[in-house]
């Protein structure tokens, strides 16, 4: 039940005319302090049509206002502050948390329609960086989010498997390589002779036209440098799904951009056709104007495609293939002015649906405050980072409980589940330092607190020896600790909705933060296993937690282990 809404109906029963329903729910505030209650309305958008002052028009609707499940009124100056009637709020919640399970909170405003997210997008012949945990992840999370609420995504890593990088590469493999060393460790050999080119090109610029050149015969079919892409992408997409299953992340497609090399020259006809292309210094481009953009290069002087006409088929042949209702591209912030382009180049070209396309920016993961470089060889390998966060998980779990089985698979889930939630904890746009001291902590807002949270309750239920909750019963509680819990589980769908409507994990990992802290506070204030009338409705309590902590952490992509 939407109380915000219950709350409103009956203000709106007073009211009348003079703010709608939708209005009401709208101006409903969640007061700062518990001391003044569980909603609150401000008078003063009725001043002007009352014709009095707010404080007044409290008073006078603190009087009048009734409803059901509000226990009391207070009148603060403009303020009516509503207390919720907490036995029989608690009771509702928890009987629909009980018997929905992992089902509550979901929905069908998605009618199953496709939703195509573009992400995580690794360069082929260079490893999985640090760099490519944002997208990949908030991309992941996102996917579960659109589940949850009816649609069906479709999970696309789109390959960096095509461009200049690989004449580079060639070129740069064909002077320093050789074939058993990339045999003996492809992406590391690989990146080896990526960073010597550029440090070699500075001193001698002709490696450069070297390196086009060798891109140029790839581009058209040569059959050495065919053989030698081939060769570099296979090995890498071994190493890469390597990562992905440690982060337990699948994809529906690998379609990266050599895919759309024969779906461009349909892109530019297109263009033509709507008249929209114009030739400036011998570089074909859309001019853009109107809508306050640079002009879109489209191809450059010598014939050469461009990222954006690579995104135009792509967004072309993805609205074809999938007939999308939203199409997602989880890519980085500093990516926003070509996603600009390539929506208003689309609509251009008539393509209305270009609307439905939505860049998801992220900020930066830094170390030390600095942005980590491929190319001047500065990167932190993402396996790497997973291995030190399961090693330091594995060390606290031996401290903290030495008997627990499975400890090295426990240690697993909680490492790497630490690594993701604290990428999706941060507001998605916000830059964040990353130190595996910070991440991988079992206190503060971690992922291994809320996973241990999860866990305690799955411990207290086992204590219990109870088989299972009954939930044909009206649970009540009334005590304030229990009912800072009821009201974040009673809040969950509406978070979920506020997730996929701003396309932000971090809504449902702070849902999960705040979820364990309150339990934490319930169980250092309550004796939840004392053998008296309220037990089973504590121990019911505690199964919503549990269930509801679950969910939470597996909408962003992390585990629950069920002991630690």
Same mark, same amino acid.
């Given at each position: 039940?939407?109380?915000?809404?219950?709350?409103?109906?009956?203000?709106?029963?007073?009211?009348?005319?003079?703010?709608?329903?939708?209005?009401?729910?709208?101006?409903?505030?969640?007061?700062?302090?518990?001391?003044?209650?569980?909603?609150?309305?401000?008078?003063?958008? &009725? #001043?002007?049509?009352?014709? @009095?002052?707010?404080?007044?028009? #409290? #008073?006078?609707?603190?009087?009048?206002?009734?409803?059901?499940?509000?226990?009391?009124?207070?009148? /603060?100056?403009?303020?009516?502050?509503?207390?919720?009637?907490?036995?029989? /709020?608690?009771?509702?919640?928890?009987?629909?948390?009980?018997? =929905?399970?992992?089902?509550?909170?979901?929905?069908?405003?998605?009618?199953?329609?496709?939703?195509?997210?573009?992400?995580?997008?690794?360069?082929?012949?260079?490893?999985?960086?640090? !760099?490519?945990?944002?997208?990949?992840?908030?991309?992941?999370?996102?996917?579960?989010?659109? *589940? @949850?609420?009816?649609?069906?995504?479709?999970?696309?890593?789109?390959?960096?498997?095509?461009?200049?990088?690989?004449?580079?590469?060639?070129?740069?493999?064909? &002077?320093?390589?050789?074939?058993?060393?990339?045999?003996?460790?492809?992406?590391?050999?690989?990146?080896?002779?990526?960073?010597?080119?550029?440090?070699?090109?500075?001193? @001698?610029?002709?490696?450069?036209?070297?390196?086009?050149?060798?891109?140029?015969?790839?581009?058209?079919?040569?059959? +050495?440098?065919?053989?030698?892409?081939?060769?570099?992408?296979?090995?890498?997409?071994?190493?890469?799904?390597?990562?992905?299953?440690?982060?337990?992340?699948?994809?529906?497609?690998?379609? !990266? +951009?050599?895919?759309?090399?024969?779906?461009?020259?349909?892109?530019?006809?297109?263009?033509? +056709?709507?008249?929209?292309?114009?030739?400036?210094?011998?570089?074909?481009?859309?001019?853009?104007?109107?809508?306050?953009?640079?002009?879109? &290069?489209?191809?450059?002087?010598?014939?050469?495609?461009?990222?954006?006409?690579?995104?135009?088929?792509?967004?072309?042949?993805?609205?074809?293939?999938?007939?999308? #209702? &939203?199409?997602?591209?989880?890519?980085?912030?500093? =990516?926003?002015?070509?996603?600009?382009?390539?929506?208003?180049?689309?609509?251009?070209?008539?393509?209305?649906?270009?609307?439905?396309?939505?860049?998801?920016?992220?900020?930066?993961?830094? =170390?030390?405050?600095?942005?980590?470089?491929?190319?001047?060889?500065?990167?932190?390998?993402?396996?790497?980072?997973?291995?030190?966060?399961? $090693?330091?998980?594995?060390?606290?779990?031996?401290?903290?409980?030495?008997?627990?089985?499975?400890?090295?698979?426990?240690?697993?889930?909680?490492?790497?589940?630490?690594?993701?939630?604290?990428?999706?904890?941060?507001?998605?746009?916000?830059?964040?330092?990353?130190?595996?001291?910070?991440?991988?902590?079992?206190?503060?807002?971690?992922?291994?607190?809320?996973?241990? *949270?999860?866990?305690?309750?799955?411990?207290?239920?086992?204590?219990?020896?109870?088989?299972?909750?009954? *939930?044909?019963?009206?649970?009540?509680?009334?005590?304030?600790?229990?009912?800072?819990? /009821?009201?974040?589980?009673?809040?969950?769908?509406?978070?979920?909705?506020?997730?996929?409507?701003?396309?932000?994990?971090?809504?449902? $990992?702070?849902?999960?933060?705040?979820?364990?802290?309150?339990?934490?506070?319930?169980?250092?204030?309550?004796?939840?296993?004392?053998?008296?009338?309220?037990?089973?409705?504590?121990?019911?309590?505690? =199964?919503?937690?549990?269930?509801?902590?679950?969910?939470?952490?597996?909408?962003?992509?992390?585990?629950?282990?069920d002991q630690m």
């Open positions: 039940m939407d109380y915000k809404l219950t709350v409103a109906q009956a203000l709106n029963e007073q009211i009348g005319e003079a703010l709608s329903i939708e209005q009401i729910v709208n101006l409903l505030e969640k007061p700062k302090s518990v001391e003044h209650g569980d909603i609150a309305f401000p008078a003063f958008a &009725l #001043a002007k049509a009352y014709r @009095k002052a707010p404080q007044q028009i #409290a #008073a006078e609707l603190g009087e009048s206002v009734t409803s059901p499940i509000v226990e009391k009124i207070e009148v /603060v100056g403009p303020y009516l502050n509503f207390f919720l009637n907490k036995q029989g /709020v608690s009771a509702a919640v928890l009987k629909e948390v009980l018997e =929905q399970g992992a089902h509550y909170g979901d929905s069908m405003i998605g009618e199953n329609k496709n939703v195509p997210i573009d992400m995580s997008s690794p360069n082929i012949a260079k490893p999985i960086s640090m !760099g490519h945990l944002r997208s990949t992840v908030i991309g992941n999370a996102l996917a579960n989010i659109l *589940t @949850k609420v009816g649609f069906n995504p479709i999970k696309i890593n789109h390959l960096g498997d095509w461009g200049t990088q690989f004449g580079k590469l060639i070129v740069g493999y064909k &002077l320093w390589g050789s074939e058993e060393a990339v045999k003996e460790n492809p992406i590391g050999e690989l990146l080896r002779l990526y960073v010597q080119f550029h440090e070699e090109a500075e001193e @001698k610029p002709e490696l450069d036209d070297a390196a086009r050149e060798w891109f140029k015969k790839l581009e058209d079919g040569d059959e +050495e440098a065919l053989g030698l892409w081939k060769w570099f992408r296979d090995e890498s997409l071994k190493e890469f799904n390597h990562v992905y299953e440690r982060l337990d992340i699948t994809f529906d497609s690998f379609n !990266g +951009e050599a895919f759309y090399n024969d779906k461009m020259q349909e892109v530019v006809d297109l263009l033509e +056709e709507k008249n929209v292309l114009t030739v400036n210094d011998g570089a074909t481009i859309v001019d853009l104007e109107k809508y306050n953009l640079n002009s879109a &290069l489209i191809k450059k002087s010598d014939g050469a495609t461009l990222y954006i006409t690579r995104d135009l088929a792509a967004a072309i042949y993805r609205k074809r293939t999938y007939d999308f #209702a &939203l199409s997602l591209y989880a890519v980085g912030n500093e =990516q926003s002015n070509h996603f600009k382009q390539l929506k208003a180049v689309l609509k251009e070209m008539g393509y209305n649906w270009a609307d439905d396309m939505y860049h998801i920016p992220f900020g930066l993961i830094t =170390q030390g405050g600095k942005k980590l470089s491929t190319r001047k060889g500065k990167i932190v390998l993402l396996e790497e980072v997973l291995d030190d966060a399961v $090693a330091s998980a594995l060390e606290q779990i031996e401290e903290k409980n030495t008997d627990l089985p499975n400890k090295e698979v426990v240690a697993d889930q909680v490492g790497i589940g630490a690594v993701i939630f604290h990428d999706l904890k941060n507001d998605r746009l916000n830059n964040f330092d990353f130190t595996i001291e910070e991440v991988v902590r079992f206190e503060g807002e971690t992922g291994p607190y809320v996973q241990y *949270t999860r866990a305690r309750a799955m411990s207290i239920l086992r204590k219990s020896g109870i088989a299972g909750i009954d *939930t044909t019963v009206n649970y009540h509680l009334d005590d304030a600790y229990s009912w800072e819990i /009821v009201k974040l589980l009673q809040s969950y769908p509406t978070d979920v909705l506020r997730a996929y409507e701003k396309f932000e994990p971090s809504v449902i $990992a702070k849902h999960a933060i705040h979820l364990a802290q309150a339990f934490n506070k319930y169980y250092a204030n309550s004796k939840v296993l004392a053998d008296d009338a309220q037990r089973p409705a504590r121990l019911a309590l505690v =199964q919503a937690v549990a269930t509801i902590l679950k969910e939470d952490l597996r909408l962003l992509g992390v585990k629950a282990p």
